[in-house]
């Protein structure tokens, strides 16, 4: 059992005991080197085997393991927008998928900049239109989107996030839910933003994804 294979296992395991990954729903990924272990269909995060993950090629194709999540084409399509990009998390996850059925903050980000966290850990987030669970068209419109981003909401579904590390994307996904949990809980009360400069300089600082 590798270590990369391990440490995806573990970001399951917490990601559950978070509850943010309610029945089998949600899928990561990891890759090393030329290869993606993600998890399979139907898999539930809390009890991952680390000698289970599905095995594809860069380019989505299965090479060994049980059959890889639907969601496959996002991950696949996370890894080839930034050759920096070691791991993919996607979830059901409560307040960030009501957060998907509402209109978006911008274009460039169906959340605002309410927290500095949000801004330093993930970034501006867009809203992609809705379409069925794995669906490749999907996945080919968030790879051609024509701006930086870490992570993007799906209409009606939920997050997915991409990081640096295993660990980068897990922190990603979490503070995802946390921001839309502050935002359903302020709802239509007039809320302080961060300012473009503010959140602007956030990102330079911590090398997140905001503005152009």
Known sequence: MS?????L????????????????????????????YITPTGADLSRL??????????????????????????????????????????????HAAALSCLPPWSGRSAVP??????????????????APPGDPGQAKELERLPFPLRAALLQNHGP?????SVRAAVDAAVEIEEVSALLLALGDRPARLLTEEEAGELARRYGSCWGE
């Open 9 to 36: 296992a573990a970001a399951g395991a917490h990601l559950a005991a978070l509850g943010l990954s309610p029945g089998s729903s949600g899928n990561l990924s990891v890759r090393d080197g030329g290869l993606l």
């Open 49 to 94: 085997d680390p000698d289970g993950l599905s095995v594809l090629d860069r380019d989505g194709t299965h090479l060994e393991g049980p059959r890889p999540s639907k969601e496959f084409p996002l991950h696949t399509a996370l890894y080839r927008r930034d050759a920096a990009t070691r791991a993919v998390v996607h979830l059901h996850s409560r």
């Open 113 to 130: 900049p309410l927290t500095p966290y949000f801004v330093m850990r993930v970034g501006q987030t867009p809203l992609l239109p809705y």
């Open 3 to 7: 270590d990369v294979r391990a440490g």
């Open 160 to 164: 997915v996030v991409s990081g640096v």
